[in-house]
């Protein structure tokens, strides 16, 4: 009866072992890749923080910006940035405001850092009370995000990227912007001299039952261009340009769901597209739904997707408004929003995802 007794103890305990292992197996499997996971900073001059952006330098400087205040739309919202030095976040530099004169302020808006090939880095941000009337302005930085020009207003009409990057395509820097004074509405803005001079589309919806803001480029082996965009229409919807972004398709549905919050993409150096962002169906017709959790997919083609990484996966929770870069050394930088208390920097070898395909729009298990 001894013997027996302890055979049935290690027969449970080999099953409890197993069964631990299999657990831990399971949760690791969304993070094949990661190769880094930090904070920017532990502390901070702000309450409340939130969309981020990354560049890297002519030098191979890791830098990321993001607005932070007491809380959004707040009139003390300015433009903050840290630089990656000797592998340690600098500490947040307020490098931008919306401080029109004595008497009047406005909070500032979305960051977007856009470094020219061998040349400056750029920062442009809103300026305004409410998206649909702030204004585009910019700063320029000779020295990787040391000291940054005076602010400089956009021309009228021009808001600059609206939350993610621009892409440079045959010596076009194309910009990804939309408006929000008349419904939401995409449109580009095209310059040809890495913004001096600007000149944009029509928008592509009218706003109203198609409903899309803050679009991200994708480029194609083919050399056209796959936007992916925010929309209140329950789907990430996408559009297409096979002349270089000067006029897109109609507005439509991908197969992957919208929660009504910021994504962003990447083409990668090997063709594929990565893209970060909410896999979210809100309930029943709703159109807003939850931040969490956030995703990595891929995809060969732009149209079919694979899912790769779950960043974050607490329900409740806020993980938003992800900003994607690939750096020179080929790994992966991503950038989001953490409950709104912090920024989040995550660092992906992306030949080292496992991918599932994602069919009908649902998460693999």
Known sequence: MKHHNLLVLSISLLLVFNGCSSQQKKSDRWKDGVVKEEFIYDQAPFASCHAGTLAETTDGTLVAAWFGATWESKPDV????????????????NVANGIQNDTLRYPTWNPVLYQVPNGELQLYYKV?????????WMKISDDGGVTWSEAKKLPEGILGPIKDKPVLVNGKLISPSSTEDNGWQVHFEISDDFGKTWHKTDPLNGGHSTMAI?????????????????????AILQTWSKDGGETWSALTKTSLPQNNSGID?????????????????????EVKGDRSPLNVAVSDDGENWKAALVLEDEPKQRFSYPAVIQTSDGLVHILYTWKRKKMKHVVIDPSKLTLTPIVDGKWPE
Not at 222 to 232: E, F, N, V
């Open 78 to 93: 300015c433009i903050y940035l840290s630089r990656k030095v000797e592998g340690k976040w600098t500490a947040p530099e």
């Open 128 to 136: 305004g009370p409410h998206p649909n009337s702030w204004k585009g």
């Open 214 to 234: 803050q679009p991200t480029i994708l480029v194609r082996a083919d050399g056209s261009l796959q936007a992916l965009c925010r929309s209140k229409n329950r």
């Open 265 to 285: 993409a990447v083409t990668l150096a090997d063709g594929r597209q990565l893209l970060v962002y909410n896999h979210v169906l809100p309930p029943g017709e």
